[in-house]
């Protein structure tokens, strides 16, 4: 079945210690986004793949970026996780930007140590 | 600028009840779209339903309808006849259609199917 993968579905990092998510798709969407969502919390974009064009959103700290090498494969680096990165992530895809629907992975939940 | 205000923070229905969880949105752009995602515990996002800013019916998909009502800038989300396993985070989300836009979520209501 077509679908959006997330490895690992739990990670555990330490403060500070560099940590990369991956997600991958079967659905051959052009663009892929990475949600940060935190406990009890609307999950908030931090930015998004059109096929290799990098779009960031405005507030997203410089600790977090992404890499895109095919259509398929998109990881998320945080460089120096501290303990309020703790969440949920979530990568997402969709045809086009318009497109009607995202469909979500089952996201990846970090914990800081 | 976008804005989704969901309420209820959480919902209570007796299972094979409906239950309605209210979305209210703000927006200056004439073309939208809205969304509703239900969120289980494992963590992933299922898309549920979609009504688009100029879409005269109600959307419907199976046992969900959107109560859509322009003029009060609301899009409510009826699930009928409700399920054990239908207790989940439900999220109300927007997207302009206007430029390359993300959609903008609310901060979600917990629904509890209670049987």
């Known amino acids: 079945d077509a679908m959006v993968i997330q490895n690992p579905r739990y990670q555990v990092t330490q403060f500070g210690k560099p940590v990369t998510l991956s997600c991958s798709q079967t659905l051959n969407h052009n663009v892929m986004y990475w949600y940060q969502q935190k406990s009890s919390q609307a999950p908030k974009l931090l930015f998004h793949?059109?096929?290799?064009?990098?779009?960031n959103e405005a507030d997203t700290p410089d600790n977090f970026q992404s890499r895109r090498p095919n259509t398929s494969f998109c990881f998320l680096d945080i460089r120096s996780p501290g303990l309020g990165d703790a969440a949920m992530y979530l990568c997402?895809?969709?045809?086009?930007?318009?497109?009607?629907?995202?469909?979500f992975g089952p996201g990846t939940r970090l914990t800081v140590l | 600028a976008q804005k989704i205000t969901q309420t209820q923070p959480g919902m209570f229905v007796q299972e094979k009840e409906a239950v309605t969880l209210d979305c209210t949105y703000d927006t200056s752009d004439p073309s939208y779209g809205l969304f509703w995602y239900k969120q289980p515990s494992s963590g992933e996002m299922i898309f549920l339903i979609y009504?688009?800013?100029?879409?005269?019916q109600n959307a419907t998909e199976g046992r969900y309808s959107l109560n859509f009502q322009k003029a009060r800038k609301s899009a409510n989300l009826v699930i009928s006849a409700s399920q054990l396993g239908d207790s989940a985070m439900y999220f109300c989300a927007m997207r302009s259609n206007s430029g390359n836009t993300p959609l903008v979520f609310g901060k979600g209501t917990r629904l509890s199917v209670i049987a």
């Open positions: 009504q688009g800013s100029y879409d005269q």
């Open positions: 997402a895809t969709s045809r086009v930007l318009a497109d009607n629907e995202q469909f």
């Open positions: 793949y059109y096929d290799k064009d990098f779009n």
